[in-house]
């Protein structure tokens, strides 16, 4: 489910909207994070952070080099090697967020940026294995 929020004519905001049975991915703008911002982001890439033979994406380490929000599927096991390739590349600073069950009431999240985000699965309590 995705969380929407329309504008009126004169910037009056509307309550927001659920609607059921779009991507998990877009779930995100239940924690304010949007997905495309024309001062930040140019484009959405979404990869999964583990292919089969648990290696990384390749399209991960191209989505990196761009300038466009990356949504990871499938990234714990490997959020070590991720952040990595991102603080490698000088890009630690680079906002990041963790969010687990987006769109349900057992939810949780973490946000700040990707040179400490291996921190947050502690303090957090998020789930490291599935």
């Known amino acids: 489910m995705a969380l929407k929020r329309f504008y009126t004519p004169a910037n009056t905001v509307l309550p927001p909207i659920l609607y059921p049975g779009i991507s998990s991915m877009q779930a995100i703008g239940f924690y ?10 140019e484009s959405v890439w979404i990869v999964t952070g583990t292919k089969k033979d648990g290696t990384l994406s390749n399209d991960l380490k191209l989505a990196k080099q761009s300038n466009a929000t990356v949504v990871i599927y499938m990234g714990m096991k490997k959020m070590a090697e991720i952040a990595a390739t991102y603080i490698e590349a000088g890009r630690g600073d680079t906002p990041a967020a963790i969010i687990q069950h987006a769109s349900l009431p057992h939810s949780k999240n973490a946000k700040g940026k990707v040179k400490v985000c291996l921190l947050w699965p502690k303090v957090n309590k998020l789930l490291t294995q599935r």
């Open 32 to 41: 304010d994070i949007p997905l495309t911002n024309r001062a930040v982001s």
